[in-house]
């Protein structure tokens, strides 16, 4: 089987660690205990507050989207999704950038914790199969749609590919909002603040007035503001505007409305 030169070992047509050899009581054992350690830390110390919790489903196939805003983003969301029954690696999964992957030691752990890497800037042949293996087990997907992390706290634009994923295969998506964790490692930060932070659920929902028609461009930059609206949604109202003007010149790139051209 032939692998991604890139990343050592990521096999062309799969996953690094295949889920049905994670899917042992050991590892739901050991994602257990670490989802109560991390939900003591969150409630004693960060004063979460977790919102809609009724709204994440029991079953897959669902992608969930979630506004990126620090490295804490997937241990906090995680930990919530632990208690709710999902297991990461087993039937819960997310991408991750292929930097990552490229760094000693680190590609079975991420593999263990459900995530695969993406190439962020070339289509990537692997991550897509990935994808739909993961929706063809029905399976949770869990994606930050902005492409990389805000570094305002601003909701940026939503790309379009997930949108197009969603409405080719006809997949519910489930919107969660995080809100302060902008605050818990801010750039520049070395130790992580104590701030409450708050994650909300939304309904899941289906981009099916898209589904059936023909998916030019703009259809899609269409579907991918309406994915980007229920996001918002769940955030405060500072939150749901794009990134301010100057946002790129400060922090580098940045998806803001200055990336909208005409």
């Given at each position: 089987m032939s692998t991604d030169p890139k990343t050592p070992g990521i096999a062309k047509t799969g996953f690094l660690i295949p889920p049905e050899q994670l899917d042992t009581p050991g590892h739901r054992r050991m994602y257990w205990f670490?989802?109560?350690?991390?939900?003591?830390?969150f409630d004693s110390i960060y004063h979460w507050k977790v919102i809609g919790l009724?709204?994440?489903p029991s079953k897959g196939p669902a992608i969930a989207t979630i506004n990126h805003l620090s490295a804490f983003d997937l241990p906090t969301l995680g930990t919530v999704m632990v208690n709710a029954g999902w297991t990461p690696g087993i039937n819960m999964f997310t991408i991750s950038k292929q930097e990552l992957f490229e760094k000693p030691l680190l590609p079975h752990?991420?593999?263990r914790m459900g995530m695969f890497p993406v190439n962020r800037n070339q289509s990537d042949v692997n991550a897509m199969r990935i994808m739909l293996s993961i929706f063809k087990r029905g399976a949770m997907l869990g994606i930050a749609p902005e492409g990389t992390r805000s570094p305002t706290g601003h909701l940026q634009l939503f790309q379009p590919g997930l949108?197009?994923?969603?409405?080719?295969?006809?997949?519910p998506i489930l919107p969660i909002g995080?809100?302060?964790?902008?605050?818990?490692?801010p750039i520049g930060s070395k130790l992580p603040h104590i701030v409450p932070i708050e994650v909300h659920?939304?309904?899941v929902y289906e981009l099916s007035d898209y589904y059936d028609k023909t998916l030019t461009p703009e259809t899609l930059e269409r579907a991918a503001w309406d994915m980007?609206?229920?996001?918002?949604?769940?955030?405060?109202?500072?939150?749901?505007e794009l990134p301010p003007s100057d946002a790129e010149v400060r922090f580098?790139?940045?998806?803001?409305?200055?990336?909208?051209?005409g």
């Amino acid at each position: 089987m032939s692998t991604d030169p890139k990343t050592p070992g990521i096999a062309k047509t799969g996953f690094l660690i295949p889920p049905e050899q994670l899917d042992t009581p050991g590892h739901r054992r050991m994602y257990w205990f670490a989802a109560r350690l991390l939900n003591w830390i969150f409630d004693s110390i960060y004063h979460w507050k977790v919102i809609g919790l009724g709204n994440i489903p029991s079953k897959g196939p669902a992608i969930a989207t979630i506004n990126h805003l620090s490295a804490f983003d997937l241990p906090t969301l995680g930990t919530v999704m632990v208690n709710a029954g999902w297991t990461p690696g087993i039937n819960m999964f997310t991408i991750s950038k292929q930097e990552l992957f490229e760094k000693p030691l680190l590609p079975h752990l991420l593999a263990r914790m459900g995530m695969f890497p993406v190439n962020r800037n070339q289509s990537d042949v692997n991550a897509m199969r990935i994808m739909l293996s993961i929706f063809k087990r029905g399976a949770m997907l869990g994606i930050a749609p902005e492409g990389t992390r805000s570094p305002t706290g601003h909701l940026q634009l939503f790309q379009p590919g997930l949108a197009k994923l969603a409405i080719q295969k006809h997949i519910p998506i489930l919107p969660i909002g995080l809100v302060g964790m902008e605050k818990v490692m801010p750039i520049g930060s070395k130790l992580p603040h104590i701030v409450p932070i708050e994650v909300h659920f939304g309904p899941v929902y289906e981009l099916s007035d898209y589904y059936d028609k023909t998916l030019t461009p703009e259809t899609l930059e269409r579907a991918a503001w309406d994915m980007r609206a229920r996001v918002a949604e769940l955030l405060p109202e500072w939150m749901r505007e794009l990134p301010p003007s100057d946002a790129e010149v400060r922090f580098g790139s940045v998806l803001s409305a200055s990336s909208i051209k005409g």
